[in-house]
């Protein structure tokens, strides 16, 4: 089992910033691919960025140059950096935990950017 504990979203003006961390706990040893992902309300949920237990990266198109996805193994902690926000980036945002047996997600953090 994997627990994911997000936090960091909030309510910031366009053009702002925040960074999200998701805390991963549990059988951690397990984690390949850790990401984020959104869901606003009436669409489906989204991927926003992934990162492998290598560091290598994967960002939807939308928010590509944006938003930076890290990965601190040693705290098992993932983070998203996003900058100039524009009100479309506007959903509740999930972490994920990739292992080999199922996906892992996170209760989410609500983002809301005002225009």
């Known amino acids: 089992q994997v627990q994911l504990v997000e936090s960091g979203g909030g309510l910031v003006q366009a053009g702002g910033s925040l960074r999200l961390s998701c805390a991963a706990s549990?059988?951690?040893?397990?984690?390949?691919?850790m990401g984020w992902y959104r869901q606003a309300p009436g669409k489906q949920r989204e991927l926003v960025a992934t990162?492998?237990?290598?560091?290598?990266?994967n960002y939807a198109d939308s928010v590509k140059g944006r938003f930076t996805i890290s990965r601190d193994n040693a705290k098992n902690t993932v983070y998203l950096q996003m900058n100039i926000l524009k009100p479309e980036d506007t959903a509740v945002y999930y972490c994920?935990?990739?292992?080999?047996?199922?996906?892992?997600w996170g209760q989410g953090t609500q983002v809301t950017v005002s225009s």
């Open positions: 990162i492998s237990s290598r560091g290598s990266t």
């Open positions: 994920a935990a990739d292992t080999i047996t199922r996906i892992y």
């Open positions: 549990g059988s951690i040893f397990s984690i390949n691919t």
